[in-house]
């Protein structure tokens, strides 16, 4: 069966280009109503224009889709609050948002400015809390919501000269966990895809053959898989190139070595046995943690 959007009502953040505009496109050819928002800067962040956004409404309205363009910075939270007003009024609802608006200022840490940092974390990190803040009450309301964070390989495994980037996407997987499980009560989903793809983001970083390979639309089914009414929850999806993966943020099974003088050096020595992934889980919330230290405390003790 055919994967529907019929009767959705989307908004894309930074669709203006790139992976945002190939989000936009498929969930209006597949039936939905779009948001494409834009600032329309360069990849830095600076400058801005309507006219990137703009484009691509014509494109969706040119193919018979139905959209509306909306040029706020998403570190602006009450243009975004007005952008989530321009989605109800035109349209009465919004179902799915994708956060896919981002820039870059790389640097090795030792050269990063500390402005360079604070904008990259407002952009991704506070760009994104920004837009589902706005979103969240009428999803609430709804007792329906589709949320997609865009985090990246960096955020998740490192990448030399984007400690500000990596941080600020791994902060957005940080957002989705406790979303996911505040939202499942009114039917909110809230996942994260780490695409790889040739966009202007990645110019100039790799050879030709690769960047053919690494075509932005191989990510979109991702995207689309996330936001659907089919969609899972808390789930990290990888994609790029035609291949799929997924993410996971485990806890080991490790060791209970209790309370004592000498507990630094015993740590120490049987470190490869805390690291050890068999028997390794997915906690379910933060609170496993703590649940599964004191039960071996407990059991230590034996409670
Ligand atoms: N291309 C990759 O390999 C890759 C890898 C990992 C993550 N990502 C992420 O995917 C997303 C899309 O990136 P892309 O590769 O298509 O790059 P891109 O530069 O083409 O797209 C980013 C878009 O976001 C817009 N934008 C920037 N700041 C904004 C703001 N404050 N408000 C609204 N819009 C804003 C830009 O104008 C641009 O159109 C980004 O979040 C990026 O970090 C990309």
């Given at each position: ?195 790889t793809a040739a ?7 790799l050879?030709?053959?690769v960047l053919?390979a690494l075509k932005?639309?191989a ?21 790029g190139a ?62």
């Open positions: 069966m055919a994967m529907d959007f019929q009767g959705r009502v989307a908004i894309v953040t930074g669709a203006g280009g790139g992976l945002g505009r190939l989000h936009a496109l498929a969930l209006a050819r597949r039936g939905a109503k779009v948001v494409v928002n834009d600032l329309g800067g360069a990849v830095d962040g600076s400058g801005g224009s309507a006219t990137a956004a703009q484009q691509v409404v014509d494109e969706i309205r040119a193919a018979g889709g139905e959209a509306i363009a909306n040029a706020a910075s998403v570190t602006d939270f009450e243009a975004v609050q007005a952008m989530v007003k321009q989605a109800i009024t035109a349209w009465g609802r919004v179902d799915i948002l994708v956060n896919n608006a981002g820039i870059l200022r790389d640097k090795s840490f030792a050269k990063m400015d500390m402005a360079d940092f604070r904008l990259v974390v407002d952009v991704h990190l506070m760009g994104a809390a920004n837009c589902c803040k706005a979103v969240w009450p009428y999803m609430q309301e709804q007792n329906y919501g589709r949320i997609v964070m865009t985090t990246s390989s960096t955020g998740l495994y490192g990448n030399f000269g984007q400690a500000n980037y990596g941080a600020a996407k791994l902060a957005q997987v940080g957002l989705m966990q406790t979303l996911a499980i505040e939202g499942a009560k009114h039917n909110i989903r809230v996942n994260a895809l780490a695409p966009t202007r983001m990645t110019a100039g970083l050879p030709e053959p053919e932005p639309e990510v979109v089914p991702a995207m689309l898989v996330l936001a659907h009414e089919s969609a899972p929850t808390r789930t990290i999806v990888c994609a035609g291949g799929f993966e997924a993410a996971h943020i485990t806890m080991t099974e490790g060791i209970y070595l209790g309370m004592g003088e000498t507990v630094p050096e015993e740590l120490a020595a049987r470190l490869a046995e805390v690291t050890a992934s068999e028997g390794q889980q997915v906690p379910a919330s933060g609170a496993v943690q703590g649940q599964v230290e004191v039960g071996k405390a407990m059991k230590a003790h034996g409670h």
